[in-house]
C-alpha cells in the first residue's frame, strides 16, 4: 500500500524559510520519479516541481524557481521541498506525489502558510 506523510510545514514570515519532508512507502522509492504540488484555498492544484528517481534532473515551476528546491535520499525514502524567499501567494498546501501507472498517488498534504 502506497503511502506518504509529509511534514515540516507552518506559519512563516515573508522572506522566512521552510523544509519539506515526504516520508514514503509501499513501493520502491528509488524506482519512482517524484513531485511536490500544492493547492492554494481556491484554485487548483499546480505542479511545484518534479525530480527523477535518481535526483539527476528537476524541473521547477517559474513561480518557484530560484527560490525552491526539491531533492529526495533514496536510502530513507524520503522526498524534501527546500523553500526560501517565501512570499504569502505561496500559501498552500503541499502535497507529495507518485504518478505510475495512469495512477497518482497522494499525501495527505502539509500546510504552509506565509503571513506576517
Known amino acids: 500500500q502506497v503511502q506518504f506523510v509529509e511534514s515540516g510545514g507552518g506559519l512563516v514570515q515573508p522572506g522566512g524559510s521552510l523544509r519539506l519532508s515526504c516520508a514514503a512507502s509501499g513501493f520502491t522509492f528509488s524506482s519512482s520519479a517524484m513531485s511536490w504540488y500544492r493547492q492554494a484555498p481556491g484554485k487548483e492544484r499546480e505542479l511545484v516541481a518534479r525530480?527523477?528517481?535518481?535526483?539527476?534532473?528537476?524541473n521547477y515551476a517559474d513561480s518557484v524557481k530560484g527560490r525552491f528546491t526539491i531533492s529526495r535520499d533514496n536510502a530513507k525514502n524520503t522526498l524534501y521541498l527546500q523553500m526560501n524567499s517565501l512570499k504569502p501567494e505561496d500559501t498552500a498546501v503541499y502535497y507529495c506525489?507518485?504518478?505510475?501507472?495512469?495512477?497518482?498517488?497522494w499525501g495527505q498534504g502539509t500546510q504552509v502558510t506565509v503571513s506576517s
Open positions: 506525489n507518485r504518478y505510475y501507472n495512469a495512477r497518482d498517488y
Open positions: 525530480i527523477t528517481s535518481t535526483g539527476g534532473s528537476r
